[in-house]
């Protein structure tokens, strides 16, 4: 199932500036990266579920937030991309 994650945390402070880093490390690691805050997680039920409850556990809920867009299984008729930066087939080859 297609998720889009996006995430805004607070970076007044130092703490704040370590949480940022925790989430986007997070993020990049199951996820692609699609704007500066938004990803994308084309991932099974289970493992989205791992994701989305370990970036709860790195926020500050009273300073930062997330926000989870369940696309679902037909996820390509539900995005429209326009401009510049070039998408990507999440469900292609990756080579790392």
Known sequence: MMVLISYDVSTSDKAGQTRLRKVAKECQNHAQRVQNSVFEANLDYSSFMKLRERLIKLID???DSLRF????NNWNKRI??????????SEGVIII
């Open 61 to 63: 809920q009273e300073r």
């Open 69 to 72: 867009y369940y696309l679902g």
């Open 80 to 89: 429209e991309h326009v401009g510049a930066k070039e998408t990507y087939d």
